[in-house]
């Protein structure tokens, strides 16, 4: 992303500008010379702010980017104005009210490095998350479970001209369409049998701000069709209520599944004016360090990943998860806990060993379980079973660490040296291979 200047920009500080999302400042006198540079950099997406004497001149650059399909976001300096959108395209605000042009900036960076990563994936999400924050278009966020839908539309608000107002979020999974009905629309005193007092909706409770929507397509289609006529025509009446009330609001709505398949046709091409797809952690595991090391440090521990052991980041991208980032968050817990002191100014004391150890050894269970599930054979057969391949699996590996050395071996085993040499002959260890010998009757391979 690309950032242009046209008027006495000449304060800017750029130099003392430190984030890695704007690739370039350039800063120009004349309308003319933009025109010229962004249709040569027409592939990149480009922010411009136009001093107050140029700001007849939006329009025309507004009009120019449409023509020629440049992403772009065009920022005015109107003296006193808060931010607001203009028109479509066209943000007007005072810009020594935020601090200035550079200051404006760097928040707006700020927020978008809560998407924590080095993947192309995540640089190009948060160019899109700053374009789509400058615009009233809804919003359909879709992935899996746990890839951090909420946080894309928190963090679109926090960027956005509604920032001032509310953010409310409502799950729809498991409400029964009373209730969700009361919680958007909210209800006059008497409406219904509970309705002791008056209750008003996230509709209204959201007026000038976002309401983000998850899993809406668990919504009935009676639902979905009066949520449809408040997004027509901005207005609704709360449950019990024959007055009208009018509402601004910009909507955001996301789900885990398919959309056209859960969601009526009208009710999507209008929730979905704008689109964002997150892609599950597993398809973009670059990111895992970084997203370690944003939890570590809202935990205030000094430890990062690349303090970990080797088994540790290796445990960390190896795993699937399933779970995304939410699992990914919930691991880094569990590792906190074997923290101490994370405040001290000394090195935190934490044993990455056993949290490696403890990771692996819940993932093993969980396969394995689900693997036997279909079996008719006892539990003791396979238990046995599993016992002997770790057995001679582990004792083959740390043999193998200790150069053969048995007495080595047997110590860090804390077994005794017989039951080594016991082990070797039992399950058939050869040193020379470093591998087990296998036989045709062999039974203990899972």
């Known amino acids: 992303m690309k950032t242009f200047f046209i008027g006495d920009f000449g304060m800017l500080k750029l130099k003392d500008y430190t984030g890695d999302l704007v690739e370039r400042f350039s800063v120009y006198d004349k309308i003319e010379s933009v025109f010229e540079t962004l249709i040569a950099e027409k592939n990149d997406k480009f922010l411009i702010f136009l001093d107050r004497e140029y700001a007849n001149d939006a329009q025309k650059l507004k009009d120019f980017t449409i023509a020629n399909r440049i992403p772009s976001r065009i920022f005015i300096n109107v003296p006193k104005a808060n931010l607001s959108i203009k028109s479509s395209r066209i943000i007007s605000f005072d810009f020594d009210l935020y601090g200035g042009v550079a200051e404006f900036i760097s928040n707006i960076e700020a927020q978008t490095y809560r998407l924590s990563g080095i993947s192309n994936f995540i640089r190009q999400l948060r160019e899109d998350?700053?374009?789509?924050?400058?615009?009233?278009?809804?919003?359909?966020?879709?992935?899996?479970?746990?890839?951090?839908?909420?946080l894309v539309t928190q963090i679109i608000h926090l960027i956005s001209h509604r920032r001032e107002n509310r953010f409310l979020e409502l799950n729809c999974v498991n409400m029964p369409e009373d209730l969700l009905e009361s919680e958007l629309f909210g209800h006059t005193k008497g409406a219904f049998t509970s309705a002791y007092s008056e209750k008003r909706g996230l509709l209204e409770e959201a007026n000038n701000g976002t309401l983000f929507l998850d899993e809406i397509g668990?919504?009935?289609?009676?639902?979905?069709?009066?949520?449809?006529?408040?997004?027509?025509t901005k207005k609704f009446m709360p449950i019990g209520s024959n007055k009208e009330i009018n509402v601004d609001v910009r909507f955001c709505a996301a789900t885990n599944q398919n959309p056209q398949l859960r969601l009526r046709e009208d009710l999507f091409q209008r929730i979905s004016e704008a689109k964002i797809e997150m892609i599950p952690l597993r398809e973009r595991k670059e990111d895992i360090p970084s997203i370690v090391d944003f939890f570590l440090l809202s935990s205030n521990y000094k430890i990062r990943f690349k303090d970990f052991p080797e088994e540790v980041k290796h445990a960390f991208m190896a795993h699937k998860y399933p779970g995304n980032i939410r699992e990914l968050r919930n691991i880094v817990a569990r590792f906190v806990e074997f923290s101490e002191s994370p405040n001290s100014e000394n090195i935190p004391k934490y044993d990455p060993n056993a949290f490696a150890k403890q990771e692996l050894t819940e993932r093993f269970v969980a396969s394995m379980t689900d693997l036997y599930m279909g079996q008719i054979e006892p539990l003791e057969t396979v238990i046995k079973r599993i016992r002997a391949r770790l057995e001679s699996e582990i004792t083959r590996r740390v043999l193998n660490s200790c150069g053969w050395d048995k007495n080595l071996a047997a110590k860090k085993l804390s077994l005794s040296r017989k039951t080594i040499d016991n082990m070797i002959k039992k399950y058939n260890l050869d040193k020379r291979k470093g591998r087990t010998t296998k036989k045709a009757d062999d039974k203990s391979t899972v």
């Open 218 to 232: 668990e919504m009935s289609h009676h639902m979905q069709s009066k949520l449809l006529r408040v997004i027509d």
């Open 129 to 150: 998350v700053i374009f789509l924050s400058f615009s009233n278009s809804n919003l359909f966020v879709s992935g899996e479970t746990g890839t951090g839908k909420s």
